[in-house]
């Protein structure tokens, strides 16, 4: 690329420089109005229900995704898809709702969810599943699901979802207990209520 006269410093500047710099100062205007359909943060009071949702299992390992509701899981009275924007539609999620019931800012512990007894082909499943290395995503205010560990070090990473199961001593345990942690922001300065800012 040839260089071009520089402006006072005299010093010589790429074209794509100034191009570039157009680019930018030319989007900061509609930055600032910008709103993303299904992404607008939603104030929540204490006892407003916090919709849980479902979304499709995924595994690295096979690559082919599967309806949470696929594996025999607790249900809600009626399953109903919960797509909220194109991009979840173009990502091939399948969100769907779900049994769990929860409120803001109201703490509950040992809540039984449901019981089932699994037939020997829904063992299958969850055996096959757990081989696989599925996972499972949920979505809480549109903030995914994420698991965090702790390493050797001491610090903390961070997964997508959660597995389904395990393998221990060629015995298969699936993750049937969970613990919801919801992380939330309040600025009455700016808003009222409560925003959801994660979800572990």
Not at 36 to 63: A, C, H, I, M, R
């Amino acid at each position: 690329m040839e260089p071009r006269g520089g402006g006072a410093s005299g010093r010589a500047r790429p074209a794509s420089s100034a191009v570039l710099r157009l680019a930018v100062l030319g989007a900061a205007p509609l930055a600032r109005g910008l709103y993303l359909p299904g992404f607008s943060p939603v104030e929540y009071q204490t006892g407003d229900p916090v919709d849980l949702k479902v979304n499709k299992l995924t595994s690295v390992k096979t690559q082919l995704p599967y309806s949470y509701y696929t594996l025999p899981y607790c249900r809600p009275d009626k399953i109903q898809a919960s797509v909220e924007n194109l991009g979840e539609t173009l990502m091939g999620d399948v969100i769907e709702n779900s049994p769990y019931q929860i409120q803001m800012l109201k703490n509950e512990s040992c809540k039984l969810l449901c019981e089932q007894k699994l037939s020997e082909p829904e063992k299958d499943k969850f055996r096959s599943m757990i081989e696989d290395e599925y996972l499972v995503n949920w979505i809480l205010d549109n903030l995914p699901a994420a698991t965090r560990y702790r390493r050797p070090s001491g610090a903390f990473t961070y997964m997508d979802g959660f597995l389904v199961g395990l393998i221990q001593r060629s015995h298969y345990f699936i993750h049937n207990h969970v613990t919801l942690d919801i992380q939330y922001h309040q600025n009455p300065e700016a808003f009222e209520g409560y925003r959801i800012v994660g979800f572990e």
